[in-house]
């Protein structure tokens, strides 16, 4: 949890992966790869995890996914530790957790008995809940550091560093949004007042990260590992209901 003081730091279920993933960009850092190879890796890496699924090599499958996990944070420690942001490797990044979150489900979907509406439900769900949490993260963000780097919904273009592109930052904006838009507003319809909180308590952000996408990536590992792949779907589907929890204690405690 880099974008946040010491002070202001609560504890992330789905950050975990972290101090791996700083220890690993202070290495590669020294020998010149930067965020946006580290992010190519991280989606062979989600690859692979497809792959071991359709094979039925589950442990495998998900020692593959944690890996992609782990890339997915050292990604952006490279750049802060660089001090070489890029927005090309922002876009890149959510725009590769889409993909192989679709293909891990499609892939599931196809080697189980699991009905297409359980399988729209489960990823729609997935998600959904990411989105809750980002809502959130950001809106935390915004009121402790004013940051402006990542916004609730991403409507409008960012200018490109004078190291980038502006043609491939539109481009990759533009699959970003359509991505991501409807899951976005779609929160921000459900919990309008949230943006008026002066501030989200430690244990409200905390009970808000078993949503977001690290955590939801542990969970899909622990059923692999435990040959539990028929129930992953229907999982995930029941799953969704927590996103909307977690909304009602916020309007309900958190003011």
């Given at each position: 949890m880099p974008k946040l003081s010491n002070e202001d730091k609560f504890i992330d279920f789905s950050d975990y992966a972290r101090p791996i993933a700083t220890f690993l960009a202070h290495y590669l850092s020294k020998i010149k790869i930067n965020a946006i190879q580290v992010t190519l890796v991280f989606l062979l890496a989600g690859f692979a995890c497809v792959y071991a699924i359709y094979t039925g090599h589950w442990v495998w499958a998900a020692i593959f996914l944690m890996i992609k996990n782990i890339l997915d944070a050292v990604d952006g420690e490279i750049a802060r530790i660089t001090k070489h942001p890029?927005?090309?490797?922002?876009?890149?990044?959510?725009?590769?957790?889409?993909?192989?979150?679709?293909?891990?489900?499609?892939?599931?979907?196809?080697?189980?008995?699991?009905?297409?509406?359980?399988?729209?439900?489960?990823?729609?769900?997935?998600?959904?809940?990411?989105?809750?949490?980002?809502?959130?993260?950001?809106?935390?963000?915004?009121?402790?550091?004013?940051?402006?780097?990542?916004?609730?919904?991403?409507?409008?273009?960012?200018?490109?560093?004078?190291?980038?592109?502006?043609?491939?930052?539109?481009?990759?904006?533009?699959?970003?949004?359509?991505?991501?838009?409807?899951?976005?507003?779609?929160?921000?319809?459900?919990?309008?007042?949230?943006?008026?909180?002066?501030?989200?308590?430690?244990?409200?952000?905390?009970?808000s990260s078993l949503l977001g996408l690290g955590f939801q990536l542990l969970l899909i590992c622990l059923l692999l590992c435990s040959g539990l792949i028929e129930i992953l779907l229907p999982f995930f589907a029941w799953y969704s209901i927590f996103g909307l929890f977690v909304i009602l204690i916020r309007k309900w405690f958190v003011k």
């Open positions: 890029s927005i090309i490797g922002r876009y890149l990044d959510s725009i590769f957790d889409f993909a192989i979150n679709l293909l891990i489900f499609i892939i599931v979907f196809s080697i189980t008995n699991a009905s297409i509406y359980i399988f729209i439900l489960a990823f729609l769900g997935v998600e959904f809940q990411c989105s809750i949490y980002n809502y959130y993260y950001v809106i935390l963000r915004r009121r402790l550091n004013n940051e402006e780097t990542s916004r609730i919904i991403e409507y409008r273009k960012p200018v490109a560093y004078q190291y980038e592109s502006q043609k491939t930052v539109n481009f990759l904006h533009a699959i970003f949004l359509s991505l991501y838009f409807i899951f976005d507003v779609f929160v921000v319809f459900l919990d309008k007042k949230a943006v008026s909180v002066k501030n989200f308590p430690k244990w409200f952000m905390s009970l």
